[in-house]
């Protein structure tokens, strides 16, 4: 890449009489465009690439199909005066914002440049993304967002703050209609941070994105605590504790690959059904090896990824929020070649139980699925919420009330899949029936009830087995007979609570068949400004 230095204030020399033909001033138009895209300083570049990290130019060359980027206000320069701003006008003013096509779709892009400002947003800066994201909303088309500020230029004042509002309000306004993707490649601190919390997906590189309010100097001061950046808002924090980041990568070079797989799986908006594409996946292709993989003892765990894997196209999907709140499964991939979202309780953590963090996580995946028609699988493993005093005192009730309000809201096709045990109020709540799931299958080792027969046993004959001559016994046969009587695979589907039960070998093909006669599904909400959804 080209060096060369900064640009001075005034620009190019226009002092003289203007009596330069069309090709002196075409000449000066590549001059200044070479300027532009050069950077500041071919030493400024070297100090981004020893930080492990690309330029803003690199990084849209990796995420745009090859030739196809665009760009927009490229000699965009700020008019700010003061603290020597006035000496400092470099073209593009610290981003570079524009469209271009990922696999022959329209995607819009904006990228800040830390070797400018630390990328730090100025009023010019923030207007130049405005104008891109009001593009990307009046096209239709996908936003994303490649993040490496230092936050407001403190320079420019609250005009800066004002910048970030306008950003903020657009997020808002695009919620819901295209999807926005916010992909951290550096530092983001104080309000800055809320621009990626209000986007459908984050993305984060170790060790050289971090997102935090308030910095580790500001919290030592205030708390006296002692932690570094990436250890209080590194890549791994905020994908394992925080639920903030969906996905963390290594380096920069995967991260953005992931990018372009997850916008394959997307729609270019809400107007428009997710790609579809032509399955080398036999549609009838039967299962057998799902026999193995769940064992009918309800109390023994076992990988749900593996009957996801099992069950999709050729066994590809995407987990998202893969390391938080890691008892249940948001993830989506295809069937016959159809885009589909799954949630699923996980049996190897917790037992699959439902908590605070899994109905945030699954709650936040249906309303994203539903706002971009993504049809909704649900298959069921879960024993009910996880009691204790943490859970209760944390607000389990308001926090399980998401998830309820997110299935009960969505109008996309929803199918769910009961594989083994479902119990209480958290059967109710992963798209039971009587919620508005379209199809509810279940397996033959399927146990729908208030609670597990043990449980049961012990309250519906707690007077027999305590009279009893031998307890023990008595409460064995008590549990077996319960057991008889309404934990029976048969149960449900003679009371129409589950629309059939299905071999396990043939849940591919019931799946696919189901989902071709709901494509045409249309369901209408009541008429309302908006909801008021559990907070």
Known sequence: MATTTA??????????????????????????????????????????????????????????????????????????????????????????????TVEGRTVFVYAHDFR????????????????????????????????DGAGARIQEGVSALAGYGGIFQRNTRASGVIPQISVMLGPCAGGAAYSPALTDFVFMVRETSQMFITGPDVVKAVTGEEITQNGLGGADVHAETSGV????????????????????????????????????????????????????????????????????????????HERWARNIICALG??????????????????????IEASEKAARFVQMCDAFNIPILTFLDVPGFLPGVDQEHGGIIRHGAKLLYAYCNATVPRISLILRKAYG???????????????????????IAVMGAEGAAGVIFRRQIAQADDPEAMRRKMVQEYKNELMHPYYAAERGLVDDVIDPAETREVLITSLAMLRTKHADLPSRKHGNPPQ
């Open 425 to 447: 109020g958290a059967y109710i709540v992963m798209d039971s029936q009587s919620i508005g799931a379209d199809l509810t299958y279940a397996w033959p080792t399927n146990e």
């Open 7 to 100: 640009p001075a204030r005034s620009g190019p020399d226009r002092s003289g009489p203007d009596t330069a033909g069309p090709g002196a001033r075409t000449a000066e138009l590549h001059a200044i465009r070479a300027q532009a895209l050069a950077g500041p300083s071919g030493k400024a570049t070297a100090a981004q690439h020893a930080k492990g990290k690309l330029t803003a130019r690199e990084r849209i060359e990796l995420l745009l199909d090859a030739g196809s980027f665009r760009e927009v206000e490229q000699l965009r320069r700020h008019r700010a005066s003061g603290f020597g701003l006035e000496d400092r006008r470099p073209y593009t003013d610290g981003v570079v914002t524009g469209w271009g």
């Open 116 to 147: 400018i400002f630390g990328g730090a947003l100025g009023e010019a800066h923030a207007t130049k993304i405005h104008k891109i994201m009001d593009m990307a909303i009046a096209a239709g088309a996908p936003l994303v967002s490649l993040n």
């Open 245 to 320: 980041c969906h996905f963390a990568y290594d380096d920069e070079e995967t991260c953005i690959a992931e990018v372009r797989y997850l916008l394959s799986l997307l729609p270019q908006n809400n107007r428009e059904n997710p790609p579809r594409t032509i399955a080398t996946d036999a549609a009838d292709r039967r299962s057998e090896v799902l026999l193995d993989l769940v064992p009918a003892d309800g109390n023994r765990p076992y990988d749900m990824t593996k009957v996801i894997e099992e069950i999709l196209d050729d066994g590809d999907h995407l987990e998202v």
């Open 334 to 355: 295809r069937l016959d070649g159809q885009v589909v979202g799954i949630v699923a309780n996980q049996p190897q953590v917790l037992a699959g139980v439902l908590d």
